[in-house]
């Protein structure tokens, strides 16, 4: 490589990393008032970027909590649900074994 191809390639990357570093501080093309906005495009807030409300608590349930016996009535009824479907499962994979022995 020649003294003036590496002059070259240094001078492009400068160039380039300075374009990269300076593109970082441009404004957002989107807000460029020759491009305008798409023609379906929701109108922007006027608000810069409001801060999430972390710290309100969510308003009062309406409606009481679970009562405990109906709350181990409902827990009662999902372990069954999960019982007859793994019962299910262990059925089918043995059917499953039993018509493909080579499985094993």
Sequence with gaps: MSM???KRALAFGALLLS????G???TSIADM???GTPAGAPSRPTDAGGWLPVHDLPPDREQPELAPAERAKIEAELIKARDRQASAAAKDQASAAAKDPSSK
């Design 33 to 35: 008032p020759l491009l």
């Design 4 to 6: 003036d191809r590496k």
């Design 24 to 26: 970082g501080c441009a």
């Design 19 to 22: 374009a990269l570093a300076l």
